[in-house]
């Protein structure tokens, strides 16, 4: 018969084994639990503590009835109570354990069975997630500190043609993947996460994975493993790749293209010099109006066709990415007064007027790009002038801005058809008109404001624009004021106390100058007819008259002679090309004239020479007569080096026509022969060096005549370069080769007769 201890002992044994057999039906891994204490699981011996007691308590009655002393009895009567209360406790106290030691089994087997239960799940986590990784292609890949693998995926090992057991141990070089194992000092506090772009060749090609490493130290073990994902990106490999190939292609199909107009706009400047300067000479002989007639419109057609080449010589460099900005110390007012005298012929060959106004404050010096600041005047104010038709352009110039160092802002009004909303919005785009339709009456390649835009940008400044259909158009342009540097202050008062009546129908050119007078403290007033005048003409000064307005018999200034103006100065207003007028005027009655476009200097300095009575002398800068220094140099003895022979007769021409000598030669080694050779006839005062020649260019030429001037010690001859090429940087190196100066094509005889006279007097 079993005790309860070895029932419980059984049950316990007969459990694990029954959980040890699930498991093993379901592939489980147990964990049996630990033995019990041995002297928990034995019997106690009950028999020998029950036979003790009945003893004890014999020998207790046998010495009461022998008459043995009564301790005695007592003593072994309270010993066999005592020995039977033990034995109850014993009893209880077993009875307890056994109860404990039941439960515990019982406890240790739901244990167990939890505990297989969350390993069984554990595993089964695992291998989904390992399946999840493999669905998505990724590589997994464990390595230790020397960089032997742990353990690979399936895809890994399906990629590199070999089985994953085998993989264990090895490194990745030995099966042909470039991945270094991170050094230890790159994760000393912990951890190192690493990325890079790994080529693995697999089926004859390489396949493009993203591979990051996260590299970690175990603090207190000290122990290294590097745990790796990469991802296939060779799509996107291939794809820079191309996009890479196509960046490239796109590039030198733009330097080639840049190439191609820089060839073709100095190929094609190189004939047009031709046209051009021949239609000038031609247009100074004697011929009938119909053949002046035809001869301007060879000029004008030529002038059309080299505006376009150079916007598109200019927008080419641009679009390039090879425009610098230059900048330099450059006058506001100078530049704004220089261009619209060069474009005033063609606003008055159209019957329409052009005036500058520049303000007082603006100062006399700012550091900007000159060439760049003409060039986006030249096309705002050329489109103002060719959509103008009736009334006039204006150029303004002024300060605006009180922070440091304010802005200085050009700003051309016209008096146009205007633009349409939906126009404002794509005008400054490339290839886009103001009218884009078959119909328009007016070409162009539409890349004028574009440029501009471009070109103030770079410099930092703004370009805007404001227009109303039918009520022309305004477009300014702001650049920083920096390096500002006003010179002598301008008093904004020099003309107080002088009152001048404007009489002209061009209103937008008399009311620039009007705002010039009113800027510097004067009072005017403009009018379009001598009765209108006469209603104004109370504690007036000056009367400037457009010589437009005036009869050859001087009408006009006799009607307002009688009509309040008998004390006033009479000035007449002239264009150019009436300079031929000037004796008539005079003797009609004018004091001096003031050539249009006016000067804000000029104007000033004719008011106040009345004022201080002096007499006022003309200050045309187109005077018939020519200069002191071209008194003086007549007969000058020139060398023209220039390969095209239309090139070299149209300035052999305009040189001889001014009186100077010529010789002409067709290459550079020629040129350095005429100058520096012992037979040469006689020394000459300028030299005229095309760049592009036979034999040698030209700047070789120059930089062998100026080596043979420092040998001998001669004094160094002007050289003026001859080039159709008008960028910066062709400039400065010729300069740097030691050109005295530069000449762009297509020459103007009269700019070409000047510089060679400055240089020779210089």
């Not at 349409?420 to 339709?437: K, L, N, P, V």
């Amino acid at each position: 018969m079993m005790t309860e201890s070895e029932t419980a002992e059984g049950t316990t044994t007969q459990g694990a084994a029954d959980i040890g057999a699930g498991a093993a039906m379901s592939h489980r891994r147990i964990i049996s639990p630990p033995p019990l204490a041995p002297e928990l699981l034995k019997e106690p011996p009950r028999g020998l503590y029950f036979t003790t007691l009945v003893a004890v308590l014999v020998l207790a009655g046998l010495s009461h009835l022998t008459g043995a002393p009564a301790f005695i009895s007592i003593g072994l009567l309270a010993a066999g109570l005592s020995g039977l209360v033990l034995l109850a406790r014993s009893l209880g106290e077993r009875e307890r354990a056994a109860e404990a030691i039941s439960e515990n089994a019982s406890r240790s087997r739901a244990e167990i069975e939890t505990l297989a239960d969350r390993m069984w799940e554990l595993q089964e986590s695992e291998e989904r997630f390992r399946g999840l990784i493999d669905a998505l292609g990724d590589l997994v890949v464990h390595r230790d500190r020397d960089g032997r693998i742990v353990y690979a995926n399936k895809v890994f090992a399906e990629l590199i043609g070999q089985d994953q057991r085998d993989l264990a141990g090895r490194t990745l070089s030995e099966i042909g993947v470039d991945v270094g194992v991170v050094p230890d000092a790159a994760f000393s506090e912990g951890e190192c996460l690493s990325s890079t772009d790994v080529g693995i060749r697999s089926a004859g090609m390489v396949r493009w994975f993203s591979w990051i490493e996260l590299s970690v130290r175990d603090k207190t073990s000290n122990a290294v493993s590097h745990r790796a994902i990469a991802r296939d990106i060779t799509a996107r490999k291939r794809a820079e790749t191309a996009l890479i190939s196509a960046r490239e292609r796109a590039e030198y199909a733009s330097q080639a293209k840049s190439r191609f107009l820089a060839t073709v706009s100095h190929e094609i400047r190189t004939p047009m010099n031709g046209i051009m300067g021949m239609a000038k000479l031609l247009h100074d002989t004697e011929l009938s109006p119909e053949q002046r007639t035809y001869v301007g419109a060879i000029s004008t057609s030529a002038s059309a066709l080299l505006a376009l080449i150079e916007d598109l010589l200019d927008y080419s460099k641009i679009e390039a990415g090879r425009f610098d900005p230059e900048p330099q110390p450059m006058s506001p007012r100078e530049i704004a007064d220089n261009v619209v005298e060069l474009l005033a012929a063609r606003a008055y060959g159209k019957g329409i007027g052009l005036g500058c106004h520049v303000a007082p404050d603006v100062p006399q010096m700012i550091t900007a790009d000159p060439g760049r600041v003409r060039q986006v005047l030249l096309n705002l104010i050329g489109n103002a002038i060719k959509f103008t038709d009736a009334g006039g352009v204006r150029l303004t110039v002024e300060r605006t801005g009180d922070e440091h160092p304010g802005r200085i802002r050009f700003t051309v009004t016209d008096t146009g058809a205007g633009l349409r909303a939906e126009d404002m919005e794509r005008i400054f785009e490339e290839f886009e008109q103001g009218d884009g339709t078959s119909t328009r009456s007016h070409g162009g390649a539409g890349l004028g404001l574009a440029i501009s835009k471009r070109l103030v940008m770079s410099m930092g400044g703004t370009i805007a624009a404001r227009s109303m259909p039918g009520e022309g158009s305004e477009f300014f342009f702001d650049l920083p004021a920096y390096g500002a540097t006003d010179g002598t202050p301008a008093k904004t008062d020099v003309l107080a106390g002088r009152c001048a009546v404007i009489l002209s129908r061009n209103a937008t050119e008399a009311e620039a100058i009007a705002d010039t007078i009113r800027a510097h403290g004067g009072r005017a007033n403009v009018v379009v007819t001598p009765e209108q005048a006469a209603a104004i003409s109370d504690g007036c000064n000056a009367i400037l008259v457009d010589a437009a307005m005036e009869e050859n018999d001087g009408r006009v200034l006799r009607q307002l002679r009688e009509n309040g103006f008998a004390a006033s100065e009479a000035v007449t207003l002239i264009a150019p090309t009436d300079r031929g007028l000037l004796g008539e005027l005079r003797a009609s009655g004018y004091s001096t004239f003031l050539a249009r476009p006016v000067r804000a200097e000029t104007l000033l300095r004719v008011l106040l020479a009345n004022q201080n009575g002096l007499q006022p002398q003309p200050t045309s800068r187109r005077a018939a007569a020519k200069p002191a220094a071209s008194r003086h140099l007549q007969g000058l003895s020139v060398l023209i080096a220039e390969d095209n022979e239309i090139n070299a007769m149209l300035a052999r021409a305009a040189l001889l026509k001014a009186g100077h000598r010529v010789d002409v030669v067709s290459n550079g080694k020629a040129a350095v022969e005429a100058v520096t050779g012992a037979a040469r006839k006689r020394r000459y005062d300028v030299v005229l060096m095309d760049m592009h020649m036979p034999v040698m260019d030209g700047l070789d030429a120059i930089s062998a005549i100026r080596r043979h001037e420092e040998q001998h010690g001669l004094a160094a001859v002007p050289i003026l370069v001859l080039s159709a090429d008008s960028q910066e940087k062709t400039r400065h190196a010729v300069l740097a080769h030691g050109a005295s100066g530069f000449v762009t094509k297509p020459l103007d005889p009269d700019v070409l007769i000047n510089l060679v006279e400055q240089r020779a007097a210089a």
